[in-house]
């Protein structure tokens, strides 16, 4: 993602080939990983990441081929963006949760339509397209994002060139404010689409619950902790010393997300021509990868809960059995001692050990924003203008020519 920001398309693309192979060898994990990780934690498996991340790849992937005008290779990765889609909507009706879960993405749709226009197939440029609209629907209740007014014009100049009249007058008025150029007049001009990453993407901390098993356990924890539950990172030696002194205190570790979110709702686009002409248009929010991020962990949370309690129960349970063990093997008057010690040992191995698992594609921004702009063909200064005055990496001000019907993609990052 660092490549592709700083404009090293092809080896940014390097990277990525060997990340979406490593999630494919990730789906059939080994007994002794996961053995390890029942013991311990589950940072001790593999980062498989989630499957919008691996959605992301694709996309990261089609961004970088389109903005070294390899249409043909961006084209590659949209239809396999189409095809992870379709296998997370199955899995999802076959799991019985229908639209709920992650099974669908509007602006992985919505940029698939926009290379497909750009490689001139309409047809699939309309299907992408709508596919989109229909997924920005199903996510809207959760991820606050509609269907963007570029996507709907797309949509109606997609469908009236290819004559689905029908089409055209239900999409007319679903959406009448909106307006389109047709097809024709885009064949006749160049069009620029900037890609901004603005903000950043959610870390996630700790959340601890201990347990006490008794009365004295429970005032333990509620000097050490009180009655809220723990956030962020603590010292889980001198708990795990402390609890470990006590033995009747089971931790569990749960991931909770923090936002990240960008101060920037919008951004202007401006190009200028050698005549002083100038177009400028405002940047659109397509995705929103925080909210993305908190329905995925929201969706895992039930079955991480089982789990993490099921290992810390586990793992109580063999200390138990170690400090009952180690008394009988020595003598009556040193086994309080014995005993002691390796309750210190084993069950504070057991509280220190627990942690969940904040791995998390890091370097993806908060929200992904849009602008599109067509003007006649030329040459052209770009300048781009944040909302409000942060630093931006990647295109704040460029010059380029635009042939007919050419589609131009630059990117930038915004770091607020």
């Known amino acids: 993602m660092m490549l592709h920001v700083a404009g090293d398309y092809a080896q940014s693309n390097e990277a990525l080939e060997q990340a979406e192979e490593i999630v494919e060898q990730l789906y059939t994990r080994t007994v002794r990983s996961e053995t390890l990780a029942f013991l311990t934690n589950d940072n001790a498996l593999p980062y498989e990441g989630d499957p919008y991340e691996h959605v992301m790849i ?8 389109a903005a070294q005008n390899d249409v043909a290779g961006a084209l590659v990765e949209a239809r396999r963006i189409d095809h992870r889609l379709n296998v997370l909507s199955d899995r999802l009706e076959g799991k019985g949760k229908g639209k709920s879960g992650y099974g669908d993405d509007g602006f992985a749709r919505y940029l698939s339509g926009m290379l497909y226009e750009a490689a001139g197939d309409l047809n699939n440029a309309f299907i992408a397209y709508r596919n989109a609209c229909e997924a920005y629907e199903a996510m809207r209740g959760w991820s606050q994002v509609a269907c963007p007014p570029s996507l709907r014009a ?3 100049s997609s469908a009236e060139a290819l004559g689905l009249a029908d089409e055209v007058d239900r999409y007319r008025s679903k959406y009448p404010d909106v307006e389109w150029l047709s097809a024709s007049a885009r064949q006749q001009l160049a069009q620029v689409v900037m890609i ?7 870390r996630k901390e700790d959340l601890y619950l201990d347990l006490p098993v008794g009365l004295d356990a429970l005032q333990l924890v509620l000097l050490n902790r009180g009655f809220s539950p723990s956030f962020g ?79 810390a129960a586990a ?4 200390a138990e059995g170690a400090v009952i063990g180690s008394q009988q093997a020595v003598g009556r008057d040193a086994a309080p001692w014995v005993g002691l010690l390796v309750s210190l040992l084993a069950k504070g191995l057991a509280v220190a050990s627990e942690e969940a698992d904040k791995r998390s594609w890091r370097t993806l921004p908060d929200e992904i924003h849009v602008a599109r702009v067509w003007v006649p063909a030329g040459r052209y200064r770009a300048t781009v203008h944040p909302s409000s005055g942060v630093v931006a990496v990647g295109v704040k001000e460029s010059s380029f020519h635009l042939s007919q019907g050419q589609t131009m993609f630059l990117i930038r990052r915004v770091v607020q």
């Open 196 to 202: 901004s990453y603005n903000g950043r993407a959610p």
């Open 58 to 65: 694709n996309i990261v992937k089609a961004l970088n081929y």
């Open 315 to 318: 793992k109580f349970s063999m």
């Open 154 to 156: 797309d949509l109606l």
């Open 233 to 311: 990172s603590r010292n889980r030696v001198m708990d795990g010393v402390l609890y470990g002194l006590s033995g009747r205190v089971v931790r569990v570790a749960l991931p909770r997300m923090v936002r990240q979110k960008t101060r920037i709702p919008f951004e202007t686009v401006t190009l200028t021509d050698e005549q002083g002409v100038s177009y400028a248009i405002r940047s659109e929010r397509v995705h929103d990868l925080t909210a993305l991020a908190e329905k995925t962990l929201a969706e895992r949370l039930p079955v991480m809960t089982v789990k993490a309690v099921a290992r």
